[in-house]
């Protein structure tokens, strides 16, 4: 991204490369191999977690999704890969921010063309106990494990361990889940760790806060195998303009993905207001995600912003708006017209423009269902119709979009667990539009 930019949060800085830095993406795919090598000596052998339960999403309210906290909705990704990342042509003739389509390939190593995208429980919840990530179905093409965090009042470490057991649950095994790990990614999918989550915590206060969050987190990446991160910053990392996370989150990631060979799978899935709602305010939480967007377009795979808890959203980029229309959302128009302002670009209340994203790095987010948010649910029907308006512009409603977006990613969803708790009703008939 231009350092003239204007939504550039902080010039972006190298901090120190960690001793075990992770290897290159040559080095990645023969650890792979040999993690699948071994994976069945592995399952012989008696695992035994390292986790710690005082750090464990499961033994701490403030880390632990309930039924009801839909917010939290999955992050997740299917990043643009080398080849379609930076075609942003697209986006051009967009609204009132408009150059859209800019951006760069992103760091993934390539996904499914239009990819589903999905959180997996690293705790319990009403949904149940964690499954075994052997038994995620192969509708999903990303897989994200929720979730890591650090302490409010810790040095800026972050924590990840897998769940301990408790109750009835089983515990998820060190072992077990690297080599689970290394199978799906053996299957073409991506596994990243999304950090946060609506009740989690990233602090970034200080100097050495942030080289903690690097070093830490460069770490998690080499031990367990994992393709990259999600960023879910919600109220419990305390994401306002101004905040030290808000310009330190930008030369961190930079530096990880440096620290991992620059081949760092990216995603984002930041509440609406933290984005398009920069177009009612932008001061406190509106539009404070965009900074941190806009110093990462490049390193950025996917970003699906969750569409949801929100109620019916300004939508500026259309003729509707400007009659004082706004859609409702779970509406096909709330979706395309909510995906096209992250393509087309915008400008903020405060008359920051913000440039548009490839289309192949944007995806709608919603909940699974019911059970998982206190929204009311999109149906698979409005979702695929929203889908086919961007892609073929068929099935549009009120709204028609100015031009095709035909490699839109796909649909992120909070989760594959409540899914599979739920008969799959939302992963079945969304991976059969995406996948056909």
């Known amino acids: 991204?231009?350092?003239?930019?204007?939504?550039?949060?902080?010039?972006?800085?190298?901090?120190?490369?960690?001793?075990?830095?992770?290897?290159?993406?040559?080095?990645?795919?023969?650890?792979?191999?040999?993690?699948?090598?071994?994976?069945?000596?592995?399952?012989?052998?008696?695992?035994?977690?390292?986790?710690?339960?005082?750090?464990?999403?499961?033994?701490?309210?403030?880390?632990?999704?309930?039924?009801?906290?839909?917010?939290?909705?999955?992050s997740g990704g299917s990043g643009a890969s080398?080849?379609?990342?930076?075609?942003?042509?697209?986006?051009?003739?967009?609204?009132?921010?408009?150059?859209?389509?800019?951006?760069?390939?992103?760091?993934?190593?390539?996904f499914a063309e239009h990819a589903?995208?999905?959180?997996?429980?690293?705790?319990?919840?009403?949904?149940?106990?964690?499954i075994?990530?052997?038994?995620?179905?192969?509708?999903?093409?990303?897989?994200?494990?929720?979730?890591?965090?650090?302490?409010?009042?810790?040095?800026?470490?972050?924590?990840?361990n897998p769940f301990p057991g408790g109750g009835s649950c089983a515990a998820i095994g060190a072992d077990q889940l690297k080599a689970d790990i290394a199978a799906?990614?053996?299957?073409?999918?991506?596994?990243?760790?999304?950090l946060g989550g609506a009740e989690g915590t990233i602090t970034l206060n200080t100097d050495a806060d942030q080289q903690n969050f690097v070093s830490s987190l460069t770490d998690i990446l080499d031990a367990w195998g994992f393709d990259g991160i999600d960023v879910d910053l919600e109220s419990g990392s305390g994401l306002v303009h101004g905040a030290q996370i808000q310009s330190r989150l930008v030369p961190a990631i930079k530096a990880i993905n440096q620290n991992v060979g620059g081949d760092l799978y990216l995603s984002m899935a930041p509440e609406h207001p933290y984005v398009q709602g920069g177009v009612v305010a932008y001061s406190s939480i509106w539009g404070a995600y965009l900074p941190i967007i806009d110093g990462l377009r490049d390193e950025l795979d996917l970003l699906h912003v969750q569409l949801y808890n929100n109620s019916s959203?300004?939508?500026?980029?259309?003729?509707?708006?400007?009659?004082?229309?706004?859609?409702?959302?779970?509406?096909?128009?709330?979706?395309?017209?909510?995906?096209?302002?992250?393509?087309?670009?915008?400008?903020?209340?405060?008359?920051?423009?913000?440039?548009?994203?490839?289309?192949?790095?944007?995806?709608?987010?919603?909940?699974?269902?019911?059970?998982?948010?206190?929204?009311?649910?999109?149906?698979?029907e409005t979702i695929g119709r929203a889908f086919r308006c961007l892609t073929e512009g068929t099935d549009c409603g009120e709204h028609v979009p100015s031009a095709l977006y035909p490699d839109f990613r796909g649909v992120m969803t909070w989760s594959i667990n409540w899914d599979r708790h739920d008969g799959f009703p939302f992963s079945q008939p969304v991976a059969a539009f995406l996948h056909p």
Not at 49 to 63: F, I, K, R, V
Not at 93 to 110: A, D, I, L, Q, R
Not at 116 to 130: A, D, K, M, Q, R
Not at 184 to 194: D, M, N, P, R, T
């Open 1 to 74: 991204m231009p350092a003239s930019s204007p939504l550039t949060a902080s010039k972006p800085t190298t901090l120190p490369r960690p001793a075990s830095a992770r290897p290159t993406l040559l080095g990645r795919v023969a650890r792979h191999a040999w993690l699948l090598a071994a994976a069945a000596s592995w399952m012989g052998c008696a695992s035994t977690s390292d986790a710690d339960p005082e750090e464990d999403g499961c033994t701490s309210p403030a880390t632990c999704e309930t039924a009801g906290n839909g917010g939290n909705g999955g």
């Open 313 to 380: 959203v300004p939508t500026p980029n259309t003729p509707e708006y400007q009659n004082g229309k706004l859609f409702a959302e779970g509406t096909v128009d709330n979706l395309v017209v909510s995906a096209t302002m992250l393509i087309e670009g915008f400008t903020t209340a405060g008359g920051v423009p913000f440039q548009g994203l490839p289309a192949s790095k944007v995806a709608f987010g919603l909940p699974s269902g019911q059970s998982a948010s206190n929204s009311p649910v999109t149906s698979p």
């Open 82 to 110: 080398g080849g379609n990342g930076g075609n942003g042509g697209n986006g051009g003739n967009g609204g009132s921010g408009g150059n859209g389509g800019s951006g760069g390939s992103g760091g993934s190593t390539g």
């Open 132 to 160: 075994p990530l052997s038994q995620v179905s192969d509708d999903w093409d990303v897989i994200v494990v929720a979730f890591a965090d650090n302490d409010p009042q810790s040095n800026g470490t972050v924590h990840f």
């Open 184 to 194: 799906k990614q053996a299957e073409g999918k991506i596994v990243a760790l999304s």
């Open 116 to 130: 589903l995208i999905g959180y997996w429980h690293n705790f319990t919840n009403p949904s149940g106990c964690p």
